[in-house]
């Protein structure tokens, strides 16, 4: 199966700051990448799907990027309610979707 | 806006079947080009998929759970269900249902708050 991973596991930054999380698959998946964000107690919320293209309500401070094996997560100035999990997952083999282990953004 | 609420026991006995529900409002699950899938969170680790049910029951597993789980739809209800069977408590976790868009890329949107499954005796 396709294994991901996220790096940060964790950072801590300050409203305003832009934030970058990078998540790598151990094989191609072109761009068949998407990213969550998950706060404690609520339902994970799809950010971007397809790599870079934003979900429909989705503020534009949020962006990916990347194709193949690398993958980029951005948030162009971080808001206060952007504290929370974020997540790549690959959407390219049906023999099972796999989740990068998270990254938790908190407050510094 | 299409919903998603999961339902069912909160505590399952070891070696027994966790049972869960998920009830969609707000749309159809007969909709063409989604599937409805079933996640989960192990402790300590990323989200785990463990599978996806199209509405006429084509299904899909996770090759690592797939002995033991059995998704299951009731368009009439409009309600998709899981069962995972001989459960330990490396399965006590918080569970989640999803829509699933197969058109492409498998995004997951939107998804139910989850519900916490404890296997205890």
Known sequence: ?108 | QLQLQESGPGLVKPSETLSLTCTVSGGSISSSGYYWGWIRQPPGKGLEWIGSIYYNGNTYYNPSLKSRVTISVDTSKNQFSLKLSSVTAADTTVYYCARQWSGSFNWFDPWGQGTLVTVSS
Do not use: H
């Not at chain 1, 970058?20 to 998407?34: D, F, H, K, V």
């Open chain 1, 1 to 108: 199966d396709i294994q991901m991973t996220q790096s940060p596991s964790s950072l801590s930054a300050s409203v305003g700051d832009r934030v970058t999380i990078t998540c790598r698959a151990s094989q191609s998946i072109g761009s068949y990448l998407n990213w969550y964000q998950r706060k404690p107690g609520k339902a994970p919320k799809l950010l971007i799907y397809a790599a870079s293209s934003l979900q429909s309500g989705v503020p534009s401070r949020f962006s990916g990027s990347g194709s193949g094996t690398d993958f980029t997560f951005t948030i162009s100035s971080l808001q206060p309610e952007d504290f929370a999990t974020y997540y790549c997952q690959q959407g390219f083999s049906t023999w099972g979707f796999t989740f990068g282990p998270g990254t938790k953004v908190d407050i510094k």
